[in-house]
């Protein structure tokens, strides 16, 4: 999850969010080699008495300043596209998931599974245990096996929300009176944190997500007690 004076991306928790922190790496590295080059002339004509004449009318460097920026966004679009294409691949799914977005609160339906709903509130300062986060902790969490392909329905009953969890990197809006769908899987046994990330109403900021990845055998003694 994300902590204080922690300027880069959260862990990732899936093969696609894994996918997308290359590419921002991939991008940066790009970004950060342009600035500098630009610097580096900008500063160098400042300190220079003269200009070259080249610079004004001459036709190489201008065609140079035309393909260099086009060749630099083709090695951008690429692993974008890569990426977007991955996004939106359809697996056959083990486990569905739909998740309703209230104002506000989130509600969980497993429908696979004997039907199984229940809300999701976050907790109140005041009923938090030891280890747990305050604006991120709730009273019901969901619970996912990890190593599977997992296929989640969004849709709202009132306004606009957002259901995201950045370490998955999913981020799915729920409108109301439309079915969005997302699928991910998940690499290893953890807690994951998220919220509401459209800005919905007053309580916006107090409908987080948290999701608990066990084990197969764990999640199959979580749905018998339910």
């Avoid at 599974?113 to 604006?135: A, C, G, H, V, W």
Wanted: with cysteine.
């Amino acid at each position: 999850m994300a902590t204080w004076s922690n300027i880069s991306l959260q862990d990732s928790n899936s093969p696609l969010m894994e996918q997308l922190i290359f590419f921002h790496d991939h991008t940066m590295m790009i970004l950060v080699m342009i600035t500098m080059l630009v610097t580096y002339l900008m500063l160098s004509m400042f300190y220079n008495k003269y200009i070259n004449r080249l610079l004004l009318e001459g036709q190489v460097i201008e065609l140079m300043w035309t393909i260099m920026p086009a060749i630099t966004l083709v090695f951008i679009a690429l692993p974008s596209l890569r990426i977007l294409y991955l996004m939106d691949e359809i697996h056959n799914p083990m486990i569905t998931l739909k998740a309703i977005g209230h104002q506000w609160y989130w509600s969980y339906e497993y429908s696979d599974f004997n039907k199984i709903e229940f809300d999701s509130y976050m907790k109140p300062t005041n009923t938090l245990q030891e280890n747990e986060f305050r604006l991120l902790d709730v009273d019901n969490r969901m619970v996912l096996p990890i190593n599977t392909q997992i296929r989640i329905l969004v849709t709202a009953t009132d306004v606009i929300h957002s259901w995201t969890i950045p370490c998955l990197g999913v981020k799915i809006d729920a409108t109301p009176g439309r079915l969005n769908q997302g699928s991910f899987s998940i690499n290893r046994p953890t807690i994951m944190y998220g919220q509401c990330s459209e800005i919905c109403g007053a309580n916006h900021s107090f409908m987080p997500i948290v999701m608990e990845a066990v084990n197969m055998n764990q999640f199959i003694k979580w749905l018998n007690s339910n």
